[in-house]
């Protein structure tokens, strides 16, 4: 059963950039035609991806997000990463990290607050 659990800090600041991380077990993230997401959803709107990162490095990005978005891994550690620069508080929002064939596999979430 593959486990995602997300880290980062709660609380960012207007401008800066926020990392997060993503935790694999149960699973690798060089596992053939494996897709590792990130998804969030801000208070009270829907889900928003926000992009992905295959089981060979290959990156895909949301348009709407791609100037602003990177997403790694750490094969060592079998770790996702997402960073996003510049946030402003419409970033605020629990993010998540998602996989598996219709993205049956979730973490639990992180809740991120933009504000000064």
């Known amino acids: 059963q593959v486990q995602l659990q997300e880290s980062g800090p709660g609380l960012v600041k207007p401008s800066q950039t926020l990392s997060l991380t993503c935790t694999v077990s149960g699973g690798s993230i060089t596992t053939k035609n494996s897709a590792w997401n990130w998804i969030r959803q801000p208070p009270g709107k829907g889900l928003e991806w926000m992009g992905a990162?295959?089981?060979?490095?290959?990156?895909f990005d949301s348009p709407s997000l791609k100037l602003h978005t990177s997403i790694s891994r750490d094969t060592s550690k079998n770790q996702i990463s997402l960073q996003l620069t510049s946030v402003t508080p419409a970033d605020t929002a629990v993010y998540y990290c998602?996989?598996?064939?219709?993205?049956?596999?979730w973490g639990q979430g992180t809740q991120v607050t933009v504000s000064s």
């Open positions: 990162i295959g089981w060979d490095g290959t990156t």
């Open positions: 998602v996989a598996g064939p219709g993205w049956r596999y």
